[in-house]
């Protein structure tokens, strides 16, 4: 009798406390079904190591990008993102010299979110209640377009202008954490080639 109420009693506490569990998970899932994220980012690339600019003064528009999520539920969203750059480097003797590079970038996102999982495999040893972390797949159209104003042809010897024109479609990962310092408003880092710099900080709010 003692024991059966014991064992009753026990599987009580216990049932109770998987729901607290799963009420919290539920609670500090950050990724909520048909929630919307939008996350303003910067990235850091630092092009002008490919050519020597020494003489030259640089002007640079870091990679920014704006991007929207929509969560499918606390583990899967996707979304799409927009960014933009610019490099521009002018002779600091011959004014019309001028080197031009521009990139802009459209992008089709999804993203698992695991952070939910870690906690339930550690039995929330690990709690991450303000934290997201992610992997994406970024299917990203970029152009790069560069022109060389007033450049001398030693051939010719005659300046000319030089100008390319690049498009391609590439499929690009990052991996990627958020910190929530308030339900609707977080902190991001991202590492990967999906944006147009591999290293993007940033910040998202949610809209509910």
Known sequence: MHILFFTTKFKGCLISLLMFFLFIQEASSQYVKNHVYVSSKISFADYSDVNDWSGYSIAKIPPFSISVEKGLNSTFSVGGLVGYSSD????????????????????????LHYASWIEYITERRICLNDWDLYISVVMLLEWKSTSDDHVWNKDTRVYQNFYTNDFKTSLKPVVGVRYFVT?????????????????????TWRFM
Do not use: I, Q, W
């Open 183 to 203: 339900p609707n408003f977080c902190m991001l880092l991202e590492v990967g080639h999906g944006n147009l710099g591999f290293v993007t900080t940033g910040l």
């Open 88 to 111: 521009r480097f002018v002779n600091d003797t011959l004014a019309a010299n001028v080197h031009k590079a521009v990139s802009f970038g459209l992008g089709v996102v999804g993203s």
